[in-house]
């Protein structure tokens, strides 16, 4: 049976007066109807188990192993977690109950569930499409790094071990000898970096054919839309748990690891009085579950529409918890191997506190050249973002016994991580579009196929020698605030044009119980105005604090990272 449309007043606005004409389900058992009609030929999920591990497929992704673990070492250890858990419930979970519910009970993409509440917010779905594919174009770039990495980790020694030797001179490559042989693989033999951003450079071949080779991984695993996507994610979504409870079993037995545990967590709940941290809690909910993307309604719109979305919810949101958790534990277990490594030189023969007791004693009779142990210190050192994944930590699996083996198994592992969240959010631009507009949803393969050649060559930008810097910028300024209107304009949409009291009522109808009061309170209030001050503060951050991004300076007599100004 067919429910009717959303009866519209002469202005286009949706009436409020009648809920039994308004609700939300656009479905019962025996078929389903969304913003254009019938659709009972929608896809679906062959099994629960599918759906599951696509959510948690992209809703974990690379933040949860690089960024993560940084913003708790830098924020307070355990005090951050708990800051982070409590934002978690009071405002995470019931925003991505909202998405869920929305998608699965209108069984639409972004475009159609807003314009289905009301016509007038349609834009809220066409801005979440365009967030996604800017995302997808830089995010596809991290993906060929890992490809680049990976296929370099197949020898030994690892070419990021040692520094190379000039043929000519028959000497170590300056350049190298004066940073570290990470760095230099980085920064020089992956990226082949300009100098600052103005110097363009021409095209980095071999990160331009591991980007070709990226997007036709993605291509070809959502040729046919969730049916081929959704094969893979039993793959792609389980194996980086795989991956991360041995590089979890193989980094405790590491010299170092009680005190890379020890710094991550040890709580300073003091911390909880800066503003600052409060307004990086939130943004990693925020990202870490997805939220504005379109991703996790049209994900949840192939579910049945029956579905228990709210257990869903809670059970998806803790996954995506305690994996960055697991996540954490694993990167400084390795960092405070690497990090004893570089402080010690030979971390077995003798403890911290032995060797801090010994400088203390001695050290002023000593050179400059020994200095006193400081594992924290060493710790920060590189351990956010591509400067973990791509310097810190292979500099630390080259000090692993079968070191080729672990650098395989990590890149491995971030390439599944990317892959997964690339299906979800490429499935926030294409299901939209297809059930949005018919002729595209007549031609489902051409549109995937042109997607994805059209990502591939607006993303050449990225393989330039200046590459590395689009992609700093990209990640800082074309997602973090469009995304957080996005949400602010769904909660307010959904809280007060359309009513919280009627939206549970629909969600009532659609589970066949009713979810506590509660969520009607946090959406209305406790959510609306956390999206708006986390909106305020990252205004008031873009404002004071000038665009910046990392450069690598190879001309000086000692390379180091620099930070330029961008104008």
Sequence with gaps: MEKPPLPNDEDGSVLTESRSDTALVAADEEGSAGADGPEDDRPAWDSKLQYVLAQVGFSVGLGNVWRFPYLCHQNGGGAFMLLYVMLLLIIGVPLFFMELAAGQSIRQGSIGVWKHISPRLAGIGYSSCMVCFFVALYYNVIIAWSLFYMGNSFQYPLPWEQCPVDMISNQTVKECASSSPTSYFWFRKALDISDSIDQSGEFNPIMTGCLLAAWALVCLAMIKGIKSSAKVMYFSSVFPYAVLICFLIRGVM????????????????????????????????????????????????????????????????????????????????????????????????????????????????????????????????????????????????????????????????????????????????????????????????????????????????????????????????????????????????????????????????????????????????????????LLAASLLRMVFKRPTYTAWNHTTEAPSVVIHTHR
């Design 254 to 533: 590491l010299d170092g690891a009680v005190e890379g545990i020890k710094y991550m967590f040890y709580p300073k709940l003091e911390i909880w009085g800066e503003v600052q941290v409060w307004r990086q809690a939130a943004t990693q909910v925020f990202f870490a579950l997805g939220l504005g993307y379109g991703s996790v309604i049209a994900y949840s719109s192939y579910n049945p529409v029956h579905n228990n979305c709210h257990r869903d919810a809670i059970m998806v949101s803790g996954i995506n918890f305690m994996t960055s958790v697991l996540a954490s534990l694993v990167v400084f277990v390795v960092l405070g191997f690497r990090a004893k490594n570089i402080a010690l030189g030979y971390p077995e023969s003798v403890t911290l506190q032995d060797y801090r007791e010994w400088y203390s004693h001695y050290g002023s009779l000593l050179g400059s050249n020994i200095t006193d142990c400081d594992l924290e210190r060493e710790m920060s050192k590189g351990v956010e973002g591509t400067g973990l994944a791509f310097i810190a930590f292979t500099e630390a699996m080259a000090l692993f016994p079968a070191s080729p083996f672990w650098s395989t198994l990590f890149f491995l592992m971030l390439l599944n991580l990317g892959l997964s969240t690339m299906f979800g959010t490429m499935q926030g631009i294409l299901t939209p579009l297809m059930d949005n507009f018919r002729v595209l949803g007549r031609h489902k393969t051409m549109l995937t196929v042109c997607s994805c050649i059209l990502g591939f060559f607006i993303g050449l930008l990225f393989t330039q020698r200046s590459g590395n810097y689009f992609v700093t910028m990209f990640d800082d300024y074309s997602a973090t605030l469009p995304l957080i209107i996005v949400v602010v304009f769904e909660t307010f949409s959904v809280a007060w044009i359309y009513g919280a009291d009627r939206f549970l009522d629909d969600v009532e109808v659609m589970l066949h119980w009713r979810p506590p009061v509660i969520y009607r309170y946090l959406w209305k209030y406790v959510c609306l105005l956390g999206m708006v001050g």
